[in-house]
């Protein structure tokens, strides 16, 4: 692996306990007999390391061959683990692999056939001659390649690799890992089969030419990891061009959990959209998309800050996206620094940058303040120091409760577009969508640790695809019947 993203990806790194995303299998043989099998989970706990597994692979008279499969905080920490074992007496350490890497080898996904192909007769069928007929209906009726295509159930998840997760603009072929899991996640929660298309180009006028230009194969787009502000054009224009619904997920998906998380978290402490001061930290592809649905939602009273300060209309720096936002919040021109924005709010919204407020800022909210640091991997506020001070606080990681993640939200989106045949993706869409999702947790389970349904829900993505349908007002789900 590249050593800058080895560095990288430390100094990104915020565990502070064993994660099973850096879990490694170490294979060692010990003497048969001896005291080493029971000194080896002692080693692992001793270097801060948790077992998870250990397999007795091979026993012989003389030696055992053992996997021990045990989760480390970062890559360092992984070794440091090995060396511990190493130490035991007796032990002699084969092979160490990072299952992490081993669940890539090769990738993630894969295509499969859905027809049988045995003999002569099938084979006609399925491919020449058979398949010119079907070729020649749908040159006839192009409405016909959705009931005859994978189109109605395929979705291109497209990236130029330019903002990917949080670790910037490492490009198309680095991305590729990425848009594999996301098109597994689509396969996992909704049924979905996505692509991933991992472009060599930034540049807008080419990344929309190429959409445009494989778009006849696909029933939606799923744009990704595309840097602000550049994907709000990319996406405005590819909406003018194109008659199958396009859908930027780090913009839209996480406006939609944004609105269903904070609807249970008002429910929690009794306050209502309209009367509450918002305050947020971001203004690029996910804060400029979470404020205009919470505008669209209600709320009337909003502060956005960017690495600048509180974006207003006394700013000469405001470009398109910043003028909008400057012309729908911040209706005093309010014009300091985050840290005052923050006094007196009942809310804040971070989609911005790590550690950029403390629990001592926090506990100058409104009281029962609501918190959503939801920067990854390191949230705006460490989650410890806010949950002092506020009522409900929640985050994009997986090791607190309340985890806001887009995953939540698109693959439900996308079955309930796909399923309506719809040519659009509307504000109402993700209304509908926001609703859905927070509905998902009943009265008796809410609470201000369960303000979102965990993503394993059985519900979500169910939920989340009605509201969207009856939203696109769709043809029921049966019209995937030939
Ligand atoms: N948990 C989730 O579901 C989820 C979803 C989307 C994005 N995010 C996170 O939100 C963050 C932003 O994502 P994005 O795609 O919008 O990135 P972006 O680069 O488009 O926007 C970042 C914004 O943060 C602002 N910012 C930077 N430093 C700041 C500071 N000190 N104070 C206030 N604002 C500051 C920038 O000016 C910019 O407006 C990332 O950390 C991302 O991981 C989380
Ligand atoms: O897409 C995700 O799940 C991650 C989130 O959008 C992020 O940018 O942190």
Redesign the pocket.
């Given at each position: 692996m590249d050593a800058s993203l080895v560095r990288r990806k430390g100094a990104i790194d915020v565990a502070t306990v064993p994660s099973v995303s850096y879990s490694i299998t170490v294979r060692l043989e010990v003497p048969a007999g001896g005291k080493a099998v029971s000194q080896l989970t002692h080693a692992v706990e001793s270097a801060g390391g948790v077992v998870t597994a250990l397999d007795v692979t091979n026993a012989g008279h003389e030696k055992l061959r053992i996997d021990v499969t045990c989760a480390a905080r970062d890559t360092d920490h992984a070794q440091q683990i090995v060396d511990q074992l190493e130490a035991v007496e007796g032990v002699v350490i084969h092979k160490v692999s990072d299952r992490t890497f081993l669940m890539h080898l090769g990738g993630k996904i894969e295509m499969q056939s859905k027809v049988p192909l045995r003999n002569r007769d099938e084979l006609s069928m399925a491919y020449t001659p058979g398949v010119a007929r079907v070729s020649m209906a749908i040159a006839r009726n192009p409405e016909d390649a959705r009931r005859l295509t994978i189109k109605r159930n395929s979705v291109a998840v497209v990236t130029d690799g330019s903002?990917v997760?949080?670790l910037g603009n490492i490009g198309p072929a680095a991305a590729l890992p990425v848009m594999e899991g996301k098109a597994a996640l689509f396969k996992r929660f909704a049924g979905i089969d996505a692509w991933p298309i991992c472009l060599d180009t930034q540049d807008v006028d080419e990344i929309v030419s190429i959409v445009r230009a494989i778009a006849p194969g696909f029933g939606g787009i799923n744009l990704e990891d595309i840097?602000?502000p550049r994907?709000f054009e990319v996406e405005a224009r590819l909406r003018d061009l194109l008659d199958i619904p396009v859908f930027h997920d780090?913009q839209h998906?996480?406006a939609i959990?944004?609105l269903a998380a904070l609807t249970n978290a008002l429910r929690v402490v009794e306050k209502r959209i309209e009367d509450v001061r918002i305050t947020m930290?971001?203004?690029?592809?996910?804060?400029?998309a979470v404020l205009r649905l919470l505008l669209a939602a209600g709320a009337r009273n909003v502060i956005v800050?960017?690495?600048?300060?509180a974006v207003h209309l006394g700013r000469d720096d405001l470009d398109d996206s910043l003028r909008w936002i400057a012309e729908h919040t911040n209706a005093e021109g309010y014009s300091g620094d985050?840290r005052g924005a923050v006094k007196g709010a009942d809310v804040f919204v971070?989609?911005?940058?790590?550690g950029?407020l403390t629990g001592d800022d926090i506990a100058t909210m409104a009281s029962n303040a609501v918190v959503f640091a939801?920067?990854?991997?390191e949230p705006?506020v460490s989650p410890d120091d806010a949950r002092e001070h506020a009522a409900v606080v929640a985050?994009?990681r997986s090791d607190y409760p309340n985890?806001?993640?887009?995953v939540l939200a698109f693959p439900g989106v996308f079955r309930g577009l796909l399923d309506a045949q719809a040519t659009e993706v509307t504000e109402q869409m993700l209304l509908a969508a926001a609703g859905a999702l927070a509905a998902v947790v009943t009265p008796e389970e809410l609470g201000p640790n369960y303000i979102v349904p965990s993503v394993f829900h059985p519900d979500v993505s169910t939920a989340v695809a009605a509201a969207v349908r009856e939203s696109a007002g769709g043809r029921a789900r049966g019209f995937t019947e030939a």
């Open positions: 903002a997760l949080g840097s602000a994907c780090d998906g996480t959990c944004v930290a971001g203004a690029g592809a996910a804060g400029t800050c960017d690495y600048l300060g985050l971070g989609v911005s940058a790590p950029i939801l920067a990854n991997p705006e985050t994009g985890q806001i993640n887009n």
